[in-house]
């Protein structure tokens, strides 16, 4: 991995941008130059299960290929990130991957879960996709909270086997991708009884199907759970258990074991077993910075192709980009997409400096990373499908054409609120860790993401126009928040509500303090990024750079006006500042826009949108796109004759 500047130019529109990415040595061009790969018919015309069907083709010769170059050694885990994730991955299954879960969540959960033995026996299996597995946790009744979850594996010692049974109805699995008609295994989250006591959830591998017919084998029922808002061909299934039978070492047992007499021996923490989600929770962070910047390509390119009404009377029609009101829509999402970037690369490496401590048992990092990763998977996948939105609504009638791929993308970026823990939830993970820490202050000192709390409640914060103010005053605020809400908590459970009770009633404030928490560091890991850089680049650079970090911090301080009005010593007419710095710098990165969507660098073929293209032929391109509708194959449709013209005809 390379930081490299990469200067783009971009034709018809008189733009230079300069952009600081990551340069993975990914061979894009050995996938989208492949036929196979792309799609006879587009997608939107094919039913949903010749969708699935094609989606599988793709899915197996697009890991087919990345194994090849594997093997010749170009690339190692970097391919499959590109592959699965938004960039690459979306553009070749647009609907999703029924294959995903194989690799994001099956493979590394025997991986975190498993010991060295059955890591031996299953990672190579899954890794030459001898098998293919999900991650099957959620059930029709229970999704957030998994200590509910009803899926059981008892112990039987007389056989060494555990015994998987679903109960009721509700207990069926529901929901894990590509356990439809896809995967043969599957690591199944139950709840272990042995000698006759529950232990909680654990992790187990599950063979459902046969590995030569795919076959369901005895005693599995299972299937595809239907359409969807999107990602309509993840194969998303669900599976139930009649008194199935493993073997004892099917139980993933590297962090809890159950031995041959059924004895149960303990985790270090229970937690352990959520590992598998903390990381996805962590990659989501990218994904989300990833579709934000698609949509935000294909909007801005649009608004700059797109003229429509007039600022003058008498004068031609302007470009939609030069209304500040479109620009209004387009920038702080732009600004946003270097906000979750650079956030997105200083979570992934904290997430492996305390992976490398929990190897080693330490674990004292832990519930500092949790609670980050909630609030940054929560934060940035609400901006991104907010943002996703705004962007296509920023695109008029056409944003709405399927062939904008924009509907697609809110599809596919909107689940992610809801995925890997349901936003609300994971903000209130985060809230229960910021309360605890506020309580006991001292603990705070010694937590990077937190050790502002120790004093940012009674730091002086004298408005000024700058970035370091914002990060005070966000600082100032979620420290305020945090302080209301715990005493709010402590003045009900005074009042003679439980503590739960208690917690329940406050949990709006705890939510938006939470919240405030996270954009406070968001802002903060965008201006050290920016600090960084700055000694690195041009100034020309720097410029553009300080320019996007200051419209992100100035926006999320407009979106907490009155909570900065409450928490911090900011007044009216300081408000009118803020307002007038933001419509500045919206001018300021009008000249830079189109560069800057383009240093994204994303080729046509990824952003698969008539509205989107890098030479800017809209108009053409939606037209090209109608002709592709099968009602255009046939200058009259046999609905005519067999309805309307009776109808017609009729004296009604
Ligand atoms: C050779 C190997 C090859 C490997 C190849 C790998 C290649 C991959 C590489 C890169 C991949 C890149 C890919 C990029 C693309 C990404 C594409 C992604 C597509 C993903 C598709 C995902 C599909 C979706 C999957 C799912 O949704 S799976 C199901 C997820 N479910 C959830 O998230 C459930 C949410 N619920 C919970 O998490 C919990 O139940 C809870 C809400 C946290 C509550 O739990 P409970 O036990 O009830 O806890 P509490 O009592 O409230 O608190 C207890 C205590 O625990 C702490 N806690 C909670 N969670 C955690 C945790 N996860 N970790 C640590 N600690 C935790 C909590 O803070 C409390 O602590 P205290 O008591 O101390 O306060
Ligand atoms: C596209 C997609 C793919 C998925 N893939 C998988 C997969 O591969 N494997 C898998 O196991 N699961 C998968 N899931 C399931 C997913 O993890 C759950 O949907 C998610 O965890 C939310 O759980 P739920 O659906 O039960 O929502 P619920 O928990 O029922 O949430 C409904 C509402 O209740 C609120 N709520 C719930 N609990 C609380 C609380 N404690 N406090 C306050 N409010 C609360 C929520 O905020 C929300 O507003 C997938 C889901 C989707 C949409």
Same mark, same amino acid.
């Given at each position: 991995?390379?930081?490299?500047?990469?200067?783009?130019?971009?034709?018809?529109?008189?733009?230079?941008?300069?952009?600081?990415?990551?340069?993975?040595?990914?061979?894009?061009?050995?996938?989208?130059?492949?036929?196979?790969?792309?799609?006879?018919?587009?997608?939107?015309?094919?039913?949903?299960?010749?969708?699935?069907?094609?989606?599988?083709?793709?899915?197996?010769?697009?890991?087919?290929?990345?194994?090849?170059?594997?093997?010749?050694?170009?690339?190692?885990?970097?391919?499959?990130?590109?592959?699965?994730?938004?960039?690459?991955?979306?553009?070749?299954?647009?609907?999703?991957?029924?294959?995903?879960?194989?690799?994001?969540?099956?493979?590394?959960?025997?991986?975190?879960?498993?010991?060295?033995?059955?890591?031996?026996?299953?990672?190579?299996?899954?890794?030459?996709?001898?098998?293919?597995?999900?991650?099957?946790?959620?059930?029709?009744?229970?999704?957030?909270?998994?200590?509910?979850?009803?899926?059981?594996?008892?112990?039987?010692?007389?056989?060494?086997?555990?015994?998987?049974?679903?109960?009721?109805?509700?207990?069926?699995?529901?929901?894990?991708?590509?356990?439809?008609?896809?995967?043969?295994?599957?690591?199944?989250?139950?709840?272990?009884?042995?000698?006759?006591?529950?232990?909680?959830?654990?992790?187990?591998?599950?063979?459902?199907?046969?590995?030569?017919?795919?076959?369901?084998?005895?005693?599995?029922?299972?299937?595809?759970?239907?359409?969807?808002?999107?990602?309509?061909?993840?194969?998303?299934?669900?599976?139930?258990?009649?008194?199935?039978?493993?073997?004892?070492?099917?139980?993933?047992?590297?962090?809890?074991?159950?031995?041959?007499?059924?004895?149960?021996?303990?985790?270090?923490?229970?937690?352990?077993?959520?590992?598998?989600?903390?990381?996805?929770?962590?990659?989501?962070?990218?994904?989300?910075?990833?579709?934000?910047?698609?949509?935000?390509?294909?909007?801005?390119?649009?608004?700059?192709?797109?003229?429509?009404?007039?600022?003058?009377?008498?004068?031609?029609?302007?470009?939609?980009?030069?209304?500040?009101?479109?620009?209004?829509?387009?920038?702080?999402?732009?600004?946003?997409?270097?906000?979750?970037?650079?956030?997105?690369?200083?979570?992934?490496?904290?997430?492996?400096?305390?992976?490398?401590?929990?190897?080693?048992?330490?674990?004292?990092?832990?519930?500092?990373?949790?609670?980050?990763?909630?609030?940054?998977?929560?934060?940035?996948?609400?901006?991104?499908?907010?943002?996703?939105?705004?962007?296509?609504?920023?695109?008029?009638?056409?944003?709405?054409?399927?062939?904008?791929?924009?509907?697609?993308?809110?599809?596919?970026?909107?689940?992610?609120?809801?995925?890997?823990?349901?936003?609300?939830?994971?903000?209130?993970?985060?809230?229960?860790?910021? =309360?605890?820490?506020?309580? +006991?202050?001292?603990?705070? #000192? &010694?937590?990077?993401?937190? /050790?502002? !709390?120790? %004093?940012? *409640?009674?730091?002086?914060?004298?408005?000024?126009?700058?970035?370091?103010?914002?990060?005070?005053?966000?600082?100032?605020?979620?420290?305020?928040?945090?302080?209301?809400?715990?005493?709010?908590?402590?003045?009900?459970?005074?009042?003679?509500?439980?503590?739960?009770?208690?917690?329940?009633?406050?949990?709006?404030?705890?939510?938006?303090?939470?919240?405030?928490?996270?954009?406070?560091?968001? =802002?903060?890991?965008?201006? +050290?990024?920016?600090?960084? #850089? &700055?000694?690195?680049?041009? /100034?020309? !650079?720097? %410029?553009? *750079?300080?320019?996007?970090?200051?419209?992100?911090?100035?926006?999320?301080?407009?979106?907490?006006?009155?909570?900065?009005?409450?928490?911090?010593?900011?007044?009216?007419?300081?408000?009118?500042?803020?307002?007038?710095?933001?419509?500045?710098?919206?001018?300021?990165?009008?000249?830079?826009?189109?560069?800057?969507?383009?240093?994204?660098?994303?080729?046509?073929?990824?952003?698969?949108?008539?509205?989107?293209?890098?030479?800017?032929?809209?108009?053409?391109?939606?037209?090209?796109?109608?002709?592709?509708?099968?009602?255009?194959?046939?200058?009259?449709?046999?609905?005519?004759?067999?309805?309307?013209?009776?109808?017609?005809?009729?004296?009604?």
């Amino acid at each position: 991995m390379s930081a490299k500047v990469v200067v783009s130019k971009r034709r018809n529109v008189n733009r230079q941008a300069i952009f600081l990415i990551t340069l993975w040595p990914f061979p894009e061009d050995f996938f989208l130059s492949d036929p196979e790969l792309k799609s006879k018919v587009p997608l939107e015309y094919l039913s949903h299960k010749e969708k699935y069907e094609e989606a599988v083709r793709k899915a197996c010769l697009l890991f087919r290929k990345v194994i090849q170059l594997q093997n010749e050694g170009k690339g190692g885990m970097d391919n499959f990130r590109e592959v699965l994730g938004g960039q690459l991955g979306s553009a070749i299954l647009p609907d999703g991957n029924p294959i995903t879960l194989h690799y994001v969540m099956f493979i590394p959960t025997l991986m975190g879960q498993g010991t060295i033995e059955q890591q031996a026996e299953w990672i190579q299996k899954a890794w030459n996709c001898d098998i293919i597995g999900t991650y099957a946790q959620t059930e029709l009744g229970h999704g957030t909270f998994i200590r509910g979850l009803e899926t059981v594996a008892k112990y039987d010692p007389k056989t060494e086997e555990f015994v998987l049974h679903s109960p009721t109805l509700t207990a069926y699995k529901w929901w894990p991708g590509g356990l439809g008609h896809s995967a043969n295994y599957a690591v199944v989250v139950a709840q272990l009884y042995t000698q006759g006591k529950c232990h909680g959830i654990h992790p187990f591998v599950v063979q459902l199907r046969d590995e030569e017919t795919h076959e369901p084998l005895p005693g599995i029922k299972i299937g595809e759970i239907g359409c969807k808002l999107g990602m309509n061909s993840t194969n998303n299934g669900y599976l139930g258990f009649d008194n199935v039978r493993i073997p004892r070492n099917y139980m993933l047992m590297k962090n809890s074991q159950v031995l041959p007499d059924g004895t149960y021996v303990k985790s270090p923490s229970s937690k352990l077993t959520y590992g598998t989600m903390i990381f996805v929770r962590v990659v989501l962070v990218q994904d989300a910075a990833t579709y934000l910047k698609k949509a935000s390509i294909i909007a801005t390119r649009y608004s700059a192709i797109r003229h429509q009404s007039q600022i003058k009377p008498d004068q031609p029609e302007p470009q939609i980009l030069d209304y500040v009101t479109q620009q209004y829509k387009l920038f702080p999402n732009i600004a946003s997409c270097f906000a979750f970037q650079y956030a997105a690369t200083w979570l992934w490496d904290t997430y492996n400096n305390i992976t490398e401590e929990l190897e080693t048992g330490q674990l004292d990092n832990l519930p500092e990373l949790h609670a980050t990763a909630c609030v940054l998977k929560a934060v940035s996948t609400a901006d991104a499908a907010q943002g996703v939105e705004m962007l296509r609504l920023a695109c008029g009638g056409h944003g709405y054409m399927t062939a904008s791929n924009l509907p697609s993308t809110y599809g596919l970026v909107t689940a992610m609120c809801t995925y890997e823990g349901e936003n609300t939830v994971l903000l209130l993970q985060t809230a229960r860790f910021l =309360v605890k820490m506020w309580q +006991n202050k001292t603990n705070v #000192y &010694k937590l990077p993401t937190m /050790k502002y !709390l120790a %004093t940012a *409640l009674n730091r002086a914060t004298p408005f000024e126009k700058s970035v370091e103010w914002v990060i005070a005053a966000l600082q100032k605020t979620a420290a305020g928040k945090i302080d209301l809400a715990n005493r709010h908590l402590n003045e009900r459970v005074a009042k003679g509500q439980s503590y739960e009770d208690a917690w329940n009633n406050t949990s709006i404030e705890l939510v938006s303090a939470a919240e405030v928490h996270g954009r406070t560091i968001i =802002v903060e890991q965008f201006y +050290n990024t920016v600090q960084g #850089y &700055k000694s690195r680049v041009s /100034k020309e !650079l720097g %410029t553009v *750079l300080e320019q996007l970090l200051q419209l992100y911090a100035v926006n999320a301080a407009l979106r907490c006006t009155g909570d900065f009005l409450r928490f911090t010593e900011v007044l009216g007419k300081d408000i009118t500042v803020l307002q007038t710095w933001l419509e500045e710098l919206l001018s300021q990165i009008r000249p830079n826009a189109v560069g800057l969507v383009d240093s994204f660098d994303m080729r046509d073929e990824i952003l698969s949108s008539a509205l989107g293209c890098y030479d800017g032929n809209v108009y053409e391109r939606l037209f090209n796109e109608a002709q592709k509708s099968p009602l255009n194959a046939e200058p009259v449709n046999k609905s005519y004759n067999l309805y309307l013209k009776p109808f017609i005809k009729a004296q009604l």
